[in-house]
């Protein structure tokens, strides 16, 4: 789930459907329940799975449609979607402003470049940019494992990015080169069990959201837990939930 405040309003994925709330009452402003790739204005327009989007200004959303392989950008004045990066429908692992995604899953804006994105291409397992203006991909790391979710830091200094079974933590410098690429916290085995990160283990974290300055807080979607990881204290712990809301975590992404 992906929340953003515009306008008084909070804009959100559900499944197919990006939809807005002002807290009293529901809008679907593009997509339904029928699953498809179908650019167009409202209801007409068709997605096969939304996995995150990210709002790059006022009026325009980027939105990723993980099956159809590519990004989609949303109009919310005009409530119209268009192709904004990938070949959709067509996958594959391409650079330039005809490339190509598997499966790309997440999505976030550089915040020292209005005209950049960030994504992470899961079956590529890799995390590749994408000029706005342009929609040319380029590759910015390779190696990953099953990447999904990302978001930066606190303070927006560190790109931390959900694995398989761990959390990675990016830098970069004033070019956008990547200075530190290490893991933030489990392994590549998976897991239920709190420490310090490096003891750490989950089970397919799926996201990962700020909380404060050095705290993070994770869906670990197959340990139906929400974990978090502070880093003041070194140390990973978990929040209990009851098990309903834990039923609930675990069966949003199932």
Same mark, same amino acid.
């Given at each position: 789930? $992906?929340l ?5 309003s ?16 529901t809008?679907t ?8 790739y !179908? ?5 007409a #327009? ?7 989007f990210? !709002?790059?200004? /006022?009026?325009?959303? #980027?939105?990723?449609d993980?099956?159809? =392989? ?10 119209t979607?268009?192709r904004l990066?990938?070949?959709c ?7 330039? /402003? ?5 499966n790309p ?7 020292r ?5 960030f ?6 397992? &890799?995390?590749?940019s ?34 398989? =079974? ?6 970069? $410098?004033? /070019?956008?080169s990547?200075?530190k690429?290490?893991n ?7 897991g ?7 003891q #750490?283990r ?8 700020p ?8 869906? $670990? ?7 978090i990881?502070?880093?003041?204290v070194? !140390?990973t712990?978990?929040i209990w ?8 975590? /675990?069966? &949003?992404?199932s």
């Amino acid at each position: 789930l $992906d929340l953003y405040k515009n306008d008084g309003s909070i804009l959100f994925s559900d499944y197919r459907m990006m939809k807005s709330t002002d807290g009293n009452t529901t809008e679907t402003i593009v997509g339904s329940t029928s699953s498809g790739y !179908q650019e167009g204005i409202g209801s007409a #327009a068709r997605f096969k799975t939304i996995t995150g989007f990210t !709002q790059i200004s /006022k009026s325009n959303v #980027a939105i990723v449609d993980n099956p159809s =392989h590519c990004l989609r950008m949303l109009n919310r004045k005009t409530q119209t979607t268009s192709r904004l990066a990938g070949v959709c429908t067509t996958y594959g692992n391409v650079n330039g /402003k005809s490339g190509r995604f598997y499966n790309p899953w997440g999505v976030v804006l550089d915040p020292r470049d209005p005209n950049k994105l960030f994504v992470t291409d899961y079956n590529n397992k &890799a995390l590749r940019s994408v000029l706005i203006n342009t929609g040319e991909i380029s590759t910015v790391l390779t190696g990953l494992n099953s990447p999904r979710g990302l978001r930066w830091n606190f303070d927006k200094t560190s790109l931390f990015i959900t694995n398989e =079974h761990y959390i990675r933590e990016v830098k970069f $410098d004033g /070019k956008g080169s990547v200075t530190k690429n290490v893991n933030l916290a489990g392994s590549t085995s998976s897991g239920n069990v709190d420490g310090t990160p490096s003891q #750490a283990r989950f089970y397919t974290p799926l996201d990962i959201a700020p909380l404060l300055k050095g705290v993070e807080v994770i869906a $670990d979607t197959n340990n139906a837990r929400l974990r978090i990881i502070d880093n003041n204290v070194n !140390q990973t712990y978990t929040i209990w939930l009851s098990d309903t809301s834990s039923a609930l975590i /675990k069966n &949003a992404y199932s």
